[in-house]
């Protein structure tokens, strides 16, 4: 940040800058110094001459301006007469403030957390775009980004190890960069959000009958309970399974199975059946009231069939992308309690999990690496087992979906014309995913409604031609790629066409340097102002007494070089005025005023007396 305002004054002045009223002093941050002196002003006011000092520039300089740098500056300059000041007011554009805290988890579960934050407080001046998420594991110093593309302030983060514990960060972005982090108070533990019932007392025998128990116990003191596992083992085993009763003797074939009771059913798991063991059965249940009987259904249950296609991949991203699929037909006989996602780089070749705890038939998947190729398969688990896997059709690659691209910044007008502008502009910072192909250039008259459009052009220039001269006009430019044209950028301002250069003031009045018989050598000083662009010659006329118009004093009318020309072929005794024209890139310039009237004639009259001049050689 540069500011320099320019100063007169009498006695000498003594300057004080500030900054949103609070006094702005030279440190490493910013530097005031003065520029070399300034003449005097050329009208120093009505009441003539004044004694004053030369004055200078005071600039003030900040080198690596920030946000807090924008405000109001104000330049006061003090001496016995009074004091004066002036002012600027300044936007420094920057990146935005770290987002405000704090970074909370709102859900918590045992491979995903869910996390929420606030909008920085400064967004630098630009909007945000897009928050940057980051994770590590707790006392690791390696961050790990989990997502770049992120438009609000809440996210989650998946395929975390459960029990491990996280830190976790986010920066907020916008068209200057990205901003310092906002980082979670402390680590966060991925794990389900309840915890295993409380362990129960020992149960107690109620009652006993030759091939039966009955047992009771209370309730553990932290629930909630959804049901009971009720195992058995003969004394001195190790293994908890309920036997079955086999035929007499000592060689008894053992056959385990497991038992769960619920207040309303008794669940027997037989881990040995197999599929062609379902049929019709009968049970019978007895007491020392009596016995009934009933007939129930075998079904055998085990792992559930693979989910049922079409796996489908969408909203690919850079870095993510969006599974769904349906349950298995058959559940295997128990109900499903989760699905195992997995993932293969097609460049590795090798599956790895991406999560085991997906409760329901889709799943979003993170952490991809932006270009790389990617297949899915999903497998149904139940208590019973993993299924087989159901794979996606194709792979897919990890890319942010194609959009038109930005608007292109810095439109600057380069050069002005009184009948053409000529424009220059920066690449837009997002091509949208595809390359930029070209631009679309609209101009149109200040008070117009209506934009008019140039032919697309390839490269960040361009020149828009046929523009009418002292009419005002604004220019926008959009970029286009494969999919469509952007948004455009906004408009310059107003820019006046009119000419480059004007053509010279007439040069200083032509001297005579020389006359002769039939010509005279004329020479002349520059003019005051050349009209913006260099002098490329002069243009010499002349004109004979009592005659009307000028003519060229030169054959063809071409222009000389320099500022002095020969001029043959008059008559002699002739009288001439000569006078002379600048030529610039604009045009022939204004005339000089012409010279006295001139007689050319020799240099010299007739002779009027002979003289006989002789000469002997030296005697030595």
């Given at each position: 940040l540069r500011l320099a305002a320019a100063w007169f004054g009498h006695p000498q002045p003594t300057m004080v800058w500030t900054l949103n009223d609070k006094t702005v002093k030279p440190d490493g941050k910013n530097v005031i110094e003065s520029s070399e002196p300034l003449p005097p002003p050329t009208h120093p006011g009505p009441g003539g001459p004044l004694e004053q000092s030369p004055g200078a520039t005071e600039v003030l300089t900040v080198p690596k301006a920030r946000r807090a740098d924008t405000g109001e500056y104000k330049l006061t300059l003090m001496n016995d007469q009074g004091q004066t000041s002036t002012t600027c007011k300044v936007e420094v554009i920057d990146v935005p403030a770290a987002p405000s805290g704090p970074l909370e988890a709102t859900d918590v579960k045992a491979d995903?957390?869910?996390?929420?934050?606030?909008?920085?407080?400064?967004?630098?001046?630009?909007?945000?775009?897009?928050?940057?998420?980051?994770?590590?594991?707790?006392?690791?110093?390696?961050?790990?980004?989990?997502?770049?593309?992120?438009?609000?302030?809440?996210?989650?983060?998946?395929?975390?190890?459960?029990?491990?514990?996280?830190?976790?960060?986010?920066?907020?972005?916008?068209?200057?960069?990205?901003?310092?982090?906002?980082?979670?108070?402390?680590?966060?533990?991925?794990?389900?959000?309840?915890?295993?019932?409380?362990?129960?007392?020992?149960?107690?025998?109620?009652?006993?009958?030759?091939?039966?128990?009955?047992?009771?116990?209370?309730?553990?003191?932290?629930?909630?309970?959804?049901?009971?596992?009720?195992?058995?083992?003969?004394?001195?085993?190790?293994?908890?399974?309920?036997?079955?009763?086999?035929?007499?003797?000592?060689?008894?074939?053992?056959?385990?199975?497991?038992?769960?009771?619920?207040?309303?059913?008794?669940?027997?798991?037989?881990?040995?059946?197999?599929?062609?063991?379902?049929?019709?059965?009968?049970?019978?249940?007895?007491?020392?009231?009596?016995?009934?009987?009933?007939?129930?259904?075998?079904?055998?249950?085990?792992?559930?069939?693979?989910?049922?296609?079409?796996?489908?991949?969408?909203?690919?991203r850079g870095d993510s992308c969006k599974l769904s699929w349906n349950p298995p037909a058959d559940n295997g006989g128990s109900p499903v309690t989760n699905y195992i996602v997995e993932k293969m780089d097609t460049k590795t070749g090798e599956w790895t999990p991406v999560s085991r705890f997906v409760r329901q038939p889709e799943y979003e998947v993170t952490g991809l690496e932006e270009g790389n190729n990617y297949k899915f398969r999903v497998r149904a688990e139940n208590e019973l087992g993993v299924s087989e896997p159901l794979e996606a059709e194709r792979s897919i690659k990890a890319e942010n979906p194609a959009t038109a691209p930005d608007s292109p910044s810095n439109v600057n007008v380069v050069d002005v014309d009184s009948d053409k502008v000529k424009l220059e502009w920066s690449k837009p910072r997002n091509d949208g995913g595809r390359k930029v192909t070209g631009y679309v250039v609209e101009y149109k008259p200040l008070n117009a409604t209506e934009w008019e459009r140039i032919p697309v052009v390839k490269e960040p220039t361009a020149t828009v031609d046929g523009l009418k001269k002292g009419e005002k006009y604004v220019f926008r430019v959009a970029a286009k790629n494969d999919v469509g044209t952007g948004e455009p950028s906004r408009p310059t301002k107003p820019v006046e066409c009119k000419p480059k250069y004007t053509t010279a003031d007439g040069p200083g009045q032509p001297s005579v340097d020389d006359v002769g018989k039939n010509f005279v050598d004329l020479s002349w000083p520059k003019p005051l102002k050349d009209g913006g662009s260099r002098i490329t010659g002069y243009v010499v006329e002349k004109r004979k007494k009592n005659a009307p118009d000028w003519e060229p004093a030169t054959p063809g009318g071409k222009p000389v070089s320099g500022n002095q020309a020969h001029i043959e072929d008059l008559d002699e005794n002739g009288e001439y005025e000569f006078r002379v024209r600048p030529v610039n890139a604009a045009g022939v310039g204004a005339p000089s005023d012409p010279t006295p009237l001139v007689k050319v004639k020799p240099k010299y009259g007739k002779w009027t007396k002979h003289t006989i001049l002789s000469a002997s050689p030296p005697r030595s």
């Open positions: 995903e957390i869910t996390l929420h934050w606030k909008a920085p407080e400064d967004d630098g001046g630009e909007p945000i775009t897009n928050y940057v998420l980051e994770k590590k594991p707790k006392n690791s110093d390696n961050w790990e980004k989990v997502s770049g593309f992120l438009h609000g302030t809440t996210a989650t983060v998946r395929n975390l190890e459960e029990g491990k514990e996280y830190d976790f960060r986010v920066m907020a972005e916008n068209a200057m960069g990205v901003s310092e982090p906002l980082t979670t108070d402390h680590a966060i533990k991925a794990k389900h959000p309840f915890d295993p019932p409380s362990g129960m007392d020992k149960p107690t025998v109620e009652d006993t009958t030759d091939d039966s128990v009955t047992i009771a116990w209370n309730p553990p003191r932290k629930g909630p309970v959804t049901g009971y596992v009720v195992e058995k083992r003969p004394k001195g085993d190790k293994n908890w399974t309920k036997k079955s009763t086999g035929q007499g003797g000592n060689d008894k074939e053992w056959h385990a199975f497991k038992v769960e009771v619920t207040p309303n059913e008794v669940i027997v798991t037989d881990t040995k059946a197999e599929k062609e063991d379902s049929g019709p059965l009968q049970i019978t249940l007895k007491n020392e009231k009596g016995e009934a009987t009933a007939p129930v259904t075998l079904k055998v249950q085990g792992p559930p069939e693979p989910p049922k296609g079409p796996l489908e991949v969408t909203d690919v």
